[in-house]
């Protein structure tokens, strides 16, 4: 089966730094995904890892530990509209059977 | 590119009725669409996965003859509610895959609400 662990809840400061966990155990991994997710609204993509590494893309990052089952989304300058769900998503499967299994999301609430 | 569009955006019914959900992928050919379900504060959960032409393959827990996927083609799915009740009211996204994106992204409908009295 898959597990995926990420924090309920995060607060951060306007112009900051947020880190933001993901600890999984899944079988057939290929890949890990960082979506956002505002309330009432469909996810949208953020990034992928699916080599051992930092990928960077603006102001956001994310960072893939395969050996340790670890990733991280880290949000740089952090906006007020950056305040969403950000949702951690493993990839497993094969031969074109690629599927999505979500963790419940971190909620972050960004204050002046 | 990679627009997913999904119809209607809510709905609201009868206990016992049926709803139909469409989702359509507006500027790409999907070859595998997802439809999740999403309680409130809740993450997504993937209830089947559809292929064009074939059947559609369903999560465990997750009742084939109440949840009716049709796709017929690289650009529409649909899921039907059949007989919803109240415990079916939920958030339904679908996803498609098969877009522009250079990871093999899915990418996500805007979601539907329903909500059955």
């Known amino acids: 089966g898959q597990n995926i662990d990420q924090p309920t809840e995060m607060t951060a400061t306007e112009g900051a730094i947020v880190q933001i966990n993901c600890t999984y155990q899944?079988?057939?991994?290929?890949?890990l995904f960082w979506y956002q997710q505002h309330a009432g609204e469909a996810p949208t993509f953020l990034s992928y890892?699916?080599?051992?590494g930092l990928e960077e893309k603006g102001r956001f990052s994310s960072f893939l530990s395969r050996s340790k089952g670890y990733s991280y989304l880290l949000l740089k300058e952090l906006q007020m509209k950056d305040s969403a769900s950000y949702l951690c998503?493993?990839?497993?499967?094969?031969?074109?059977?690629?599927?999505?299994?979500f963790g419940t999301g971190t909620q972050l609430k960004v204050e002046l | 590119g990679a627009v997913v569009s999904q119809h209607p955006s809510w709905v609201i019914c009868k206990s016992g009725t049926s709803v139909k959900i469409e989702c359509r992928s507006l500027?790409?050919?999907?070859?595998?669409m997802f439809w999740y379900r999403q309680f409130p504060k809740q993450s997504l959960m993937l209830m089947a996965t559809?292929?064009?032409?074939?059947?559609?393959?369903?999560e465990q827990g997750v009742e084939k003859d109440k949840f009716l996927i049709n796709h017929a083609s690289l650009t529409l799915s649909t899921l039907t509610v059949t007989s919803a009740h109240p415990e079916d009211s939920s958030f339904y996204i679908c996803?498609?895959?098969?877009?522009?994106?250079?990871?093999?992204?899915?990418?996500f409908g805007p979601g539907t609400r329903l909500t059955v009295l």
């Open positions: 559809s292929n064009e032409g074939s059947k559609a393959t369903y």
């Open positions: 899944t079988s057939g991994f290929n890949g």
């Open positions: 500027d790409f050919q999907a070859t595998t």
């Open positions: 890892n699916v080599l051992d």
């Open positions: 998503a493993v990839s497993y499967g094969g031969g074109g059977g690629n599927k999505l299994t």
């Open positions: 996803s498609a895959r098969g877009g522009p994106g250079r990871y093999n992204e899915q990418f």
